[in-house]
């Protein structure tokens, strides 16, 4: 089965539209694969082997052969070559977008996604030479968790809704390396504030970048400028903060724009105050008022699972929370009620400030807190049972 | 929706719920496994977590083998990097969008694309004229292919099995046969009974596992392995 799911990925997909640049028009061959979407390939596969069922097969070579040469029969490519050739197209993508400029530096890299595109590309091409010397590093658990997953190194982004203030810092890691804020913010408390008399610097998300990983082999980034006058830090290496633009800004921005709060991430904070996080006059984003608000209302299960507890207490009133009364409400939906907005008013500028803006991490909120804001309960239904 | 470690599959980079592993009792422990599969790779701590019976650290360690999985099939299969190679090509343009250019930008972009939207939210007809407009319908052909692979038509319950729901598979397999197949302990198959607990088509079962129903149809003397309970 591992060998039909992974074979239903490796489809390369046609290009309808050529890429385009606002820069220039450029030509990029475009290619006509006919079917080849993983739900088609999947369904394809599946049909092939239940038109002939078997007992399940013990040797993963022989599966992988099967399926394979079922690729070959029905979609004209087998697994190899399939991903060869979307490759090679990837390559020629990245060339097309290295010649629309110059390599940016500074803080202008920040802007300049492509030596990370490159980076990947090239990663991609490592895994794949991995996959053609042993396909079984990929298709059986076994081989891919005891030898491909221990050689792969992601970057990390480590959210803090709550909001680290800086520059205090923070040690989630003890490797070398730098943590480097990627979502920050510089807040105003109010001004009878006795709590925070002063504007303060908040980091929602670090990024701590490793020398080696995502298979780079960059040395010596250890120069991190924080500019905090743009709210933004930058490495002075261009690969680098290739990465750091990509983290920070272009894809938060990216998420915003294709999807308005919709969009659904660990940290609601990246998605808050983009105008003024890039310098913009607000008057130029045309919000869809469907898209402005985002109600993500659920179960607690999750949440009483990880801290390993069966009650909590109710981020409002403070009573016992359990997973038979009480809900867990993202920060958006609770500032988006006027409700609440209106009940923080009335306990003080302090509280409004520290609840309604500065923090934006989950509550966890009662039944009767619910109900005395509006909040529409999910119901629990048999395919939820109680958490364990 | 409470997450502690998520992929993003536009770029990569695992994201972990920093503020809930803080305020968990074993949150430095957290931290200090992360760095250690950092270095060493995840196999060595998950296996030290495993020999030592520490369901918190097996837990937050096979979600972390779960990300991988996907890391894997995201960068290496045609459909994981299209969707890399989308995003990029959008950010790519963006600056120009947001820096260069003076053009109104809808928030969603999709609804600067239909006429009727676009007059509703007060966008004038010039529109199909701007950087947007044209940055919006590239990318909408794009994302349309990922989108629609992953319909879900309540209508009449129909589940397209696309590239999305196939990634989740894949990561699940992975996960559960380490489990299956390193640590199969009676306190590991409480702590994970979703995993080995019978397919009954529960949402879980329709998330991660829903592939089973297809395994017995292709091999329906002896049932997949990976499925008993």
Redesign the interface.
């Known amino acids: 089965?591992?060998a039909i799911?992974?074979a239903?990925?490796?489809?390369?997909?046609p290009v309808?539209?050529p890429?385009?640049?606002?820069?220039r028009r450029r030509q990029l061959r475009s290619r006509d694969v006919g079917e080849k979407?993983?739900?088609v390939r999947?369904?394809g596969l599946?049909g092939h082997?239940?038109e002939s069922?078997?007992?399940?097969i013990e040797d993963p070579d022989e599966a992988f052969e099967l399926v394979n040469a079922a690729c070959q029969s029905l979609f004209g490519l087998g697994i190899v070559e399939?991903?060869e050739e979307?490759l090679q197209f990837?390559q020629s993508?990245v060339e097309m977008?290295r010649q629309?400029g110059p390599e940016a530096t500074g803080v202008a890299a920040q802007?300049?996604?492509?030596p990370?595109?490159s980076e990947?590309t090239e990663?991609?091409r490592r895994?794949?030479n991995t996959?053609k010397s042993d396909p079984q590093l990929?298709c059986t658990?076994?081989g891919?968790?005891?030898q491909?997953?221990?050689?792969?190194?992601?970057?990390?982004?480590?959210?803090?809704?709550?909001g680290i203030h800086l520059p205090d810092g923070?040690s989630?890691?003890?490797?070398p390396g730098q943590l480097i804020a990627l979502f920050d913010r510089r807040l105003r408390p109010p001004k009878k504030s006795l709590r925070f008399p002063e504007p303060i610097s908040v980091a929602y998300a670090?990024?701590c970048p490793?020398v080696g990983?995502?298979g780079s082999r960059i040395e010596g980034f250890s120069t991190v400028i924080e500019d905090r006058e743009r709210g933004i830090g930058y490495v002075q290496n261009n690969q680098l903060a290739s990465r750091q633009g990509?983290?920070s800004l272009?894809?938060p921005?990216?998420?915003?724009?294709?999807?308005?709060n919709?969009s659904?991430?660990?940290?609601e904070a990246e998605n808050d105050r983009w105008p003024a996080a890039?310098g913009?006059d607000d008057s130029?984003?045309?919000?869809?008022?469907?898209?402005e608000e985002a109600e993500?209302i659920?179960l607690?299960d999750?949440?009483l699972e990880?801290?390993?507890r069966s009650e909590n207490y109710c981020d409002v009133c403070g009573a016992k929370a359990t997973a038979t009364n009480s809900y867990?409400v993202s920060a958006r939906t609770m500032r988006q009620n006027q409700a609440v907005v209106k009940y923080y008013r009335a306990r003080g500028a302090d509280f409004e400030f520290q609840l309604l803006k500065l923090d934006w991490?989950?509550w966890l909120v009662c039944r009767a807190d619910m109900e005395r804001f509006n909040l529409s309960i999910p119901r629990r239904t048999s395919?939820?049972p109680i958490s364990? | 929706?409470?997450?502690?470690i998520?992929?993003?599959p536009?770029?990569?980079?695992?994201?972990?719920?920093?503020?809930?592993i803080?305020?968990?009792?074993r949150g430095v422990d957290i931290?200090?496994f992360?760095?250690k599969a950092?270095?060493?790779?995840?196999?060595?701590p998950?296996l030290a977590a495993n020999s030592t019976g520490d369901m918190?650290l097996l837990s937050f360690g096979t979600s972390y083998?779960h990300?991988?999985?996907h890391?894997?099939?995201l960068?290496?299969?045609?459909?994981?990097?299209?969707r890399?190679?989308t995003?990029?090509?959008?950010?790519?343009?963006?600056?120009?969008?947001?820096?260069?250019?003076?053009?109104?930008?809808?928030?969603?972009?999709?609804?600067?694309m239909d006429p009727i939207?676009r007059a509703a939210?007060?966008?004038g007809a010039g529109f199909e004229k701007s950087?947007a407009y044209?940055?919006g319908?590239?990318?909408f052909?794009?994302?349309r292919?990922i989108n629609?692979?992953n319909h879900y038509d309540p209508a009449n319950s129909s589940i397209?099995?696309?590239?999305d729901r196939?990634?989740e598979?894949?990561a699940y397999?992975?996960q559960?046969?380490?489990l299956f197949?390193k640590c199969d302990t009676p306190e590991a198959r409480?702590?994970f009974?979703s995993f080995f607990h019978l397919f009954e088509?529960?949402?879980?079962d329709l998330a991660y596992r829903w592939?089973i129903p297809?395994?017995h149809?292709?091999?329906?003397?002896?049932?997949?392995?990976?499925i008993r309970s």
């Open positions: 089965m591992m799911l992974f239903s990925l490796c489809g390369s997909i309808t539209v890429p385009s640049s606002t820069l979407l993983p739900s999947y369904h599946v082997f239940k069922p078997r007992s399940s399939e991903i979307d990837s993508f977008y629309v802007l300049d996604p492509i990370m595109l990947l990663y991609r895994l794949f996959f990929f658990s076994q891919f968790y005891e491909t997953a221990p050689n792969l190194r992601p970057s990390f982004i480590y959210h803090n809704s709550h923070v989630y890691s003890r490797l670090t990024w490793l990983d995502n990509v983290y272009l894809a921005l990216f998420r915003w724009i294709l999807y308005g919709k659904r991430n660990i940290s890039l913009l130029r984003f045309v919000i869809d008022p469907f898209y993500d659920s607690p999750a949440f990880f801290f390993g867990l991490s989950d395919a939820d364990r | 929706m409470f997450r502690v998520q992929i993003d536009e770029t990569l980079a695992i994201q972990l719920n920093a503020g809930a803080s305020a968990h009792s931290f200090n992360v760095d950092r270095v060493d790779g995840i196999l060595s998950l918190d083998l990300e991988l999985r890391f894997a099939d960068l290496l299969t045609p459909f994981g990097f299209y890399i190679r995003a990029f090509e959008f950010f790519k343009n963006l600056p120009y969008l947001v820096f260069v250019s003076d053009d109104k930008i809808p928030v969603p972009l999709m609804s600067g939207t939210i007060g966008l950087v044209r940055l319908s590239t990318s052909s794009r994302v292919v629609a692979e397209r099995y696309g590239g196939i990634l598979a894949l397999i992975t559960f046969e380490f197949q409480h702590h009974s088509g529960s949402e879980f592939f297809d395994c149809k292709m091999h329906p003397v002896k049932p997949c392995q990976t």
